[in-house]
């Protein structure tokens, strides 16, 4: 059975960092891209970042654009975000999310079959 776990939310001041991990057991996903996403309090689930196969593409929200960055380590089959110079309106519920299409890359979360359970970030002003 597929499961993906997070960690590393917690409580940060503005301006701090965070770094996130999502490990995945039961199946490996090299050949598979993998996003993280964030749902803050009554608001939809957003995208906010995917990183290809072999870590050699990368996509991001607008939002997140040059304070966050996706790495993944394939022999461990976990992906990680970094995320810097945070703000309050980073504050969320996070989840890793693993598309089941080989080679692909896509903000899009129906693509996603794989979800973890989510980790809490706080960003306080």
């Known amino acids: 059975q597929v499961q993906l776990v997070e960690s590393g939310g917690g409580l940060v001041q503005a301006g701090g960092s965070l770094r996130l991990s999502c490990a995945a057991s039961?199946?490996?996903?090299?050949?598979?891209?993998k996003g993280w996403f964030r749902q803050a309090p009554g608001k939809e689930r957003e995208f906010v970042a995917a990183i290809n196969w072999n870590g050699g593409s990368t996509i991001y929200a607008d939002s997140v654009k040059g304070r966050f960055t996706i790495s993944r380590d394939n022999a461990k089959n976990t992906v990680y975000l970094e995320m810097n110079s945070l703000k309050p309106e980073d504050t969320a519920v996070y989840y890793c999310a693993v598309d089941n299409r080989p080679w692909a890359l896509t903000k899009d979360s129906d693509d996603y079959v794989y979800w973890g359970q989510g980790t809490q970030v706080t960003v306080s002003s």
């Open positions: 039961g199946r490996t996903f090299s050949v598979n891209s």
